[in-house]
């Protein structure tokens, strides 16, 4: 069974910077996508940055791409998402998710794909 318990949020002026962190336990397989989705109240949601297990390969959102970065330490089993340049539409429930899939890219995930998640980190980022 997998497991995930996401660190890191928190409350920040913008311009300001986050790190979060997701650690995992009990994956198994080495093809995996990890994820980090956001949601606010009342919206579906959206995914922000993936990492593709075994190439590595790492994608973002538009929305995000050029402030923040997503990476893996894979000795510490851990996925983090580097956010700077933070904006208050960054406010959002941030939740980390693992799904067994080849070749993940941040495009065309859905929540519903998903069947492992963290319990989720509070980001809000003030004016």
């Known amino acids: 069974q997998v497991q995930l318990v996401e660190s890191g949020g928190g409350s920040v002026q913008a311009g300001g910077s986050l790190r979060l962190s997701c650690a995992a336990s009990g994956i198994t397989s080495s093809i995996y996508c990890m994820a980090w989705f956001r949601q606010v109240p009342g919206k579906e949601r959206e995914a922000v940055a993936a990492f593709s297990a075994p190439d590595g390969t790492t994608t973002l959102a538009d929305s995000v791409k050029g402030r923040f970065t997503v990476s893996k330490d894979n000795a510490e089993k851990t996925l983090y998402l580097q956010m700077n340049s933070l904006k208050p539409e960054d406010t959002a429930t941030y939740y980390c998710?693992?799904?067994?899939?080849?070749?993940?890219?941040?495009?065309?995930?859905?929540?519903?794909?998903?069947?492992?998640w963290g319990q989720g980190t509070q980001v809000t980022v003030s004016s």
């Open positions: 998710a693992e799904r067994w899939v080849w070749n993940c890219r941040v495009s065309g995930l859905r929540s519903a794909d998903f069947p492992s």
